[in-house]
């Protein structure tokens, strides 16, 4: 696919992986769109892409309102005329026991994470079809295999997953390339921003950053799998690892997942 003058849509684009693929894009000629519900962020992301030379258009949208997706896409039509693009990176991640767990919590990540996900293919897709473009969802290794503590945050990565399965298979014949991206653990600030039992956020995340992934990285293999139009886009050695594993020995897998997250800093279990 060649991207260059190709509008792209990338929700949650202020920071981590979404700010680091509207640059990736954006340097292959891309005219961009930018979401965030932080209005002084969004900013800041958008004085950046604009100094560094893009077309981009900021919306403040809330990924888990299904009005503020709808007005999304239309201003991205009223401003480019069209979506060939659609990267759904919104997201949250959240840290409890389930037993523990505020039910407003789940929620809250499920609106985000996967009915976000829903609202903004569901207003791009009419112009994506009809120029026969791209959806990307940014999932994770969590849409694969679940995680202790992670409960809600797994159930919409694997509801995610299963969304974009079907999706792909109705548009299949349309033109339209259908990508799911799973990151492994990425040095982001999404565990940092994690919800706790109550919904207050996280702070200081739980895991050494320092070995894992950039954001940058990541976003350069989304890129190169959008341009060569792939299914699935599954990273890190661990990660694929993981998938492998919990296809062939889950219930071994059982143990060795409870095993690794118990060894975080103030992991529940200790």
């Given at each position: 696919m060649e991207l260059k003058n190709k509008v792209v849509v990338i929700t949650g684009a202020t920071s981590g992986i979404g700010a680091a693929?509207?640059?990736?894009?954006?340097?292959?000629?891309?005219?961009?769109?930018?979401?965030?519900?932080?209005?002084?962020?969004?900013?800041?992301?958008?004085?950046?892409?604009d100094e560094a030379g893009f077309d981009v258009l900021a919306i403040l949208?809330?990924?888990g309102s299904e009005s503020d997706n709808q007005k999304m896409a239309?201003?991205?039509?009223s401003k480019y005329g069209k979506i060939d693009v659609l990267i759904n990176n919104?997201?949250?991640?959240?840290?409890?026991?389930?037993?523990?767990?505020?039910?407003?919590?789940?929620r809250k990540v499920m609106d985000t994470n996967f009915w976000g996900t829903v609202y903004a293919t569901k207003f791009c897709l009419p112009s994506i079809m009809a120029n026969k473009g791209s959806i990307i969802g940014i999932s994770s290794i969590n849409g694969y295999r679940g995680t202790p503590a992670r409960t809600a945050y797994t159930a919409s990565k694997y509801a995610m997953n299963g969304f974009f399965e079907s999706l792909r298979t109705e548009v299949m014949h349309r033109g339209v390339h259908v990508l799911v991206a799973s990151p492994g653990f990425t040095a982001s600030n999404i565990r940092s921003n994690a919800l706790t039992a109550n919904g207050t956020t996280q702070g200081e995340s739980p895991r050494n950053e320092a070995n894992m992934m950039s954001p940058e990285d990541v976003a350069q293999a989304i890129l190169?799998?959008?341009?060569?139009?792939k299914r699935d886009l599954v990273l890190t050695t661990q990660g694929k690892l993981a998938v492998f594993l919990n296809k062939w020995i889950p219930g071994i897998m059982d143990g060795m997942v409870y095993r690794e997250m118990a060894k975080e800093p103030d992991s529940p279990f200790n």
């Open positions: 693929c509207a640059y990736a894009f954006g340097r292959e000629g891309a005219k961009l769109a930018i979401t965030g519900r932080n209005a002084e962020k969004l900013e800041v992301e958008r004085k950046i892409l949208a809330d990924a239309e201003e991205v039509l919104a997201g949250i991640s959240m840290r409890a026991l389930f037993q523990d767990l505020d039910l407003e919590v789940f190169k799998a959008t341009k060569k139009r």
